[in-house]
């Protein structure tokens, strides 16, 4: 666009840039002598300052008292400039509509949504003219009118509503003449029809100058796109000629996205014509398929859940779910089982899962209203191969079940085993005998009515008991009347937090409160046999103070009794209370050669008092807090609360008893 139109589209005299010509010094001018008279309009350039800020050199030159040689080589170079300036607008100007319309024709290349395309035009022609509002409307031949489709700056609800009559307002003029048309004042102008709707609607807007170019497809004209200002306002030939760009690339949007329709048409006819033709092929398609993916998951030890996928995708329209018996409808899963089909409940279908009378659950066809003859076959069919893969497993688990058992049973009351093979039963079970172990000891509390339902109940415990060891690489045996586990420590883990986990596991699997014993943590039970053993013995001890507490249901370790657990267990575990409580400070004593042992002896006997202590120890005082501060270190910061003391204190004196030669 040339400089003489950016004027007259509104911008200052001043920043229209000089004319076209060459412009030369004065005749007998002289450049300034240093030829630093573009140094400040270079300046100017780079930071791409207004056309008012390049009059600011020559003033401040004239200011300044400079020769009129000087001053003729200012203005020569300002010139130069601003000329230099308007063309790189002009540049800048070309760019940004070309970038326009390649990205438009970008977005129409890559079609998919008509809406879109035409609003982003829109938007851009707003953009790049400059205006207040921009819009386009398109003819309907059904109706016989034209109506608004897509607007970019709109305000007005009517405006945005407006369907016309053919041939009406500035439009109407455009589609009859299938030519641009720009009127600087809409109201004023006499050339097209007005009418009281579209009089109104523009009124609404507030629209003055508006201008119009045709859609075109072809010969025929199928809209109109428009940009308007809310006031007086003289469009460029530039400006009417990049719209008429953006009209075409709209027309040409319109022109595929009706051409994809008649495609989308087309083979939604062909494919009616070729719905017969599949329905009958699909029934064998069908059958076959069911029959290979059945066949594949049985061979590869697919699971039931396996099964239920893989018919779901057959059946496509629908979810099928495997469920337990006790959760599927019993009225549905009865006649299910009486008829030998599945039967409909409810918008749903029901086929009994069944081996030898016995009911193992179901196959749940949800969300498949219509279930021809080939479906309810294929859901019947899979019903049986889920009974026989649960048989299967049920016959594995029970195998690995009793295996892992003999292995623990071995463990416990075989000490002459040779741990190689102990290590090797374990590795087959996916067990590693030379990792962290808890022993735990688990028992129902709830009483049984007769002796069937507790030995049904222990069954119970005991296949929960075996899962979980299985999922957790670890052990699991029926033994005492309960279950006894050997399930790995994790790091970070404590016994206690182990044994409170599995009793509420065992426990919502039952559905019975379960307790639950722990041993301290004991490793190498390949290595030692007897350790096994005597862990067994410490959460059997455990799991029976546990019980006289009252704490049925519940889980924990011999650690988190105290002294309590030696009063209640039936064996006294003498020497494991004592190294639990004052263990580390007794092996600190035999590596370092101190005396830490008899000084919570003097310090506890004289009333705690650290000023007593040393004159009982014959020491300084600082001594004795030193020797103190290292206890709290190997004991815990909570050594001296009341409880803490009171089991310390025991320790003491049991470890002195079981070292009479002490002085």
């Known amino acids: 666009m040339s400089s003489d139109h950016a004027q007259s589209a509104g911008r200052p005299a001043a920043d229209a840039g000089p004319p076209t010509g060459t412009a030369a010094l004065p005749d007998g001018a002289a450049p300034p002598p240093d030829g630093s008279a573009g140094t400040p309009f270079l300046e100017l350039l780079a930071r791409g300052a207004p056309a008012t800020a390049y009059e600011q050199p020559v003033l401040l030159a004239r200011a300044e008292g400079r020769p009129a040689e000087w001053i003729a ?30 990205e438009t024709a970008h977005d129409l290349a890559g079609l998919r949504d008509l809406d879109a395309v035409l609003q982003a035009i829109v938007q851009r022609a707003r953009s790049l003219l400059g205006t207040d509002v921009a819009y386009l409307t398109l003819n309907d031949p059904a109706r016989k009118d034209t109506y608004m489709r897509v607007t970019e700056g709109s305000v007005a609800a009517r405006f945005q509503q407006l369907r016309l009559g053919m041939g009406e307002g500035l439009g109407g003029l455009v589609a009859q003449t299938a030519r641009p048309y720009v009127t600087d004042d809409y109201f004023k102008d006499a050339r097209f029809q007005h009418t009281g709707t579209i009089d109104a609607g523009v009124q609404d807007e507030g629209l003055v100058a508006i201008l119009g170019v045709p859609l075109m497809l072809g010969p025929h004209v199928i809209g ?35 051409l994809l329709t008649e495609t989308r048409a087309a083979l939604a006819g062909l494919e009616r014509a070729n719905e017969i033709i599949r329905d009958r092929s699909a029934v064998i398609e069908r059958a076959s398929d069911v029959h290979d993916r059945l066949a594949e998951l049985v061979l590869r030890g697919g699971g ?40 409909r409940h409810g918008d749903d279908w029901v086929a009994a899962v069944t081996a030898g009378g016995e009911l193992l659950g179901a196959l749940v066809l949800r969300g498949h209203h219509g279930l021809d003859p080939v479906d309810q076959r294929t859901l019947e069919r899979a019903a049986m191969v889920t009974s026989l893969l649960l048989l299967a497993r049920r016959s594995a688990a029970e195998a690995e079940q009793r295996v892992r058992g003999e292995l623990l049973d071995d463990l416990l009351d075989a000490r002459d085993r040779d741990p190689r093979l102990l290590r090797e039963r374990a590795t087959r079970l996916h067990a590693d005998l030379d990792a962290t172990y808890v022993v735990l000891a688990a028992r129902l509390d709830t009483p049984a009515a007769d002796a069937d339902q507790e030995a049904d109940a222990r069954r119970r415990l005991w296949s929960a008991a075996s899962h979980l060891a299985a999922t957790r690489h670890g052990l699991a ?9 050997l399930l790995p420590l994790q790091r970070g883990a404590t016994a206690t937090e182990l044994a409170r986990r599995t009793a ?29 053993t005597a862990a067994y013995a410490e959460a059997q001890r455990s799991l029976e103070a546990l019980r006289l507490l009252g704490r049925t249901g519940d889980g924990a370790a011999a650690e988190d009794f105290g002294f309590l657990g030696l009063l209640l267990a039936g064996e006294r575990d003498v020497a494991g209370f004592v190294d639990r409580t004052i263990g580390r400070v007794t092996a600190y004593d035999d590596r370092r050669g101190t005396d830490l042992v008899r000084t919570l002896e003097a310090y506890f006997a004289c009333g ?3 000023v ?16 103190l501060e290292r206890v709290g270190r190997l004991l815990g910061e909570d050594w001296q609360t009341p409880a ?3 089991e310390i204190q025991l320790a003491l004196r049991l470890h002195r008893l079981s070292s009479p030669a002490r002085g």
Not at 227 to 233: L, N, S, T, V
């Open 73 to 102: 080589a200012l203005d020569h170079a300002k010139l130069l400039a601003l000329r230099v300036r308007a063309e790189l607008e002009g540049r800048r100007r070309r760019e940004a509509e070309l970038s326009a319309l390649f």
């Open 224 to 258: 109109v796109l428009f940009a308007a200002d809310r006031r007086a306002r003289v469009f460029e030939r530039e400006q009417i000629a990049l719209l008429g760009s953006f009209a075409a690339l709209a027309a040409a949007a319109i022109d595929s996205a009706n």
């Open 304 to 343: 039931v859940h396996d099964v239920a996928a893989a018919v779901s995708q057959v059946l496509e329209d629908g979810t099928v779910e495997f469920s337990e018996a006790a959760a599927a409808p019993a009225d549905a899963l009865e006649a299910s089982r009486a008829e030998g089909h599945a039967v």
């Open 477 to 485: 045996a029926a033994r005492d009347g309960g279950t006894v586990l």
């Open 504 to 532: 509420r596991h065992l426990g919502t699997a039952v559905h019975e409160a379960v307790t639950v014993g722990a041993s301290a943590p004991v490793d190498d039970l390949a290595a030692h046999p007897g350790t096994a």
């Open 608 to 610: 705690m008092s650290p």
């Open 612 to 627: 007593r202590t040393k004159d009982e120890l014959h020491v300084h005082v600082n001594t004795v807090a030193q020797r």
């Open 644 to 646: 803490r003391v009171l």
